[in-house]
């Protein structure tokens, strides 16, 4: 399906939040999906991600998660540096904005002419993947897919220590975890206690796990496996389907 998009504009905390957002070109009414990137914010890897899901049929909206510390438009380099100025942002980004900025996107989602009433889902990569798991924690989100999601397993995530791993029996989302076997950031025991907080607080879920490294479906590095990429994106468009068409 062919698709659009554009840049939008949400104040937050009176902080100007620039949204990618990707939609079908044709007309009607889609899901809507609230899309994070990881910490490099919305470079060219992660809109093609992001465009990618559009294709399928969903209004895909994708917002800056540093917009309070970075000016607008900043794309993060993936090498040594720009890992310590994404982690670094990532460390003095407190978790109530980060809230803040899921229930914007949300509403605006369901403000969006051209989005289902009632078909919300999130999804994320890196950071991304924790945010969206948290994003779950509101009630009008139905379906949240989580790809190699850190901190999720020992709260780590902006300011202080992230309460998201208790508070999973508050969410009415089914949950994907995508992870990789070779992924330091997430070891066996971190995803382990993730899925067992999901089977305690009566969560639907499914995990899925590849024999991949960590941000394996960002393609523009020495990690990016394009076979486990593809067999993911077949698992999550047939999830989201399932739970929000």
């Not at 609230?34 to 895909?60: E, K, M, W």
């Not at 890196?126 to 190699?148: D, M, S, T």
Request: some cysteine.
């Amino acid at each position: 399906m062919q698709i659009t998009t554009r840049n939008i504009g949400l104040t937050v905390d009176d902080s100007l939040m620039r949204v990618y957002v990707a939609a079908p070109k044709p007309e009607g009414q889609y899901p809507g999906v609230l899309f994070y990137s990881d910490i490099y914010q919305l470079g060219r890897p992660i809109t093609r991600l992001a465009d990618r899901l559009a294709g399928y049929g969903y209004v895909v909206a994708a917002s800056e998660i540093f917009h309070r510390l970075e000016p607008i438009g900043t794309v993060i380099e993936p090498n040594d540096l720009g890992r310590l100025q994404g982690n670094d942002d990532a460390r003095r980004t407190e978790i109530a904005y980060y809230d803040a900025d899921a229930k914007a996107v949300l509403e605006w989602l369901k403000a969006e002419s051209g989005v289902a009433p009632g078909k919300l889902g999130a999804m994320g990569f890196c950071i991304g993947g924790h945010l969206a798991f948290r994003a779950a924690l509101n009630p009008e989100v139905k379906a949240a897919v989580c790809c190699y999601p850190t901190g999720i397993h020992n709260g780590k995530l902006g300011r202080g220590v992230a309460n998201t791993i208790d508070r999973a029996s508050e969410m009415q989302a089914t949950v994907l975890t995508i992870f990789g076997t070779l992924d330091p950031h997430v070891p066996p025991e971190g995803r382990q206690t993730i899925l067992e907080a999901l089977d305690r607080a009566g969560v639907g879920h499914k995990s899925l796990l590849y024999e991949a490294d960590h941000t394996f479906m960002r393609d523009d590095g020495y990690r990016y496996d394009p076979v486990a990429t593809d067999a993911a994106w077949g698992e999550i468009v047939g999830f989201l389907g399932d739970f929000l068409e």
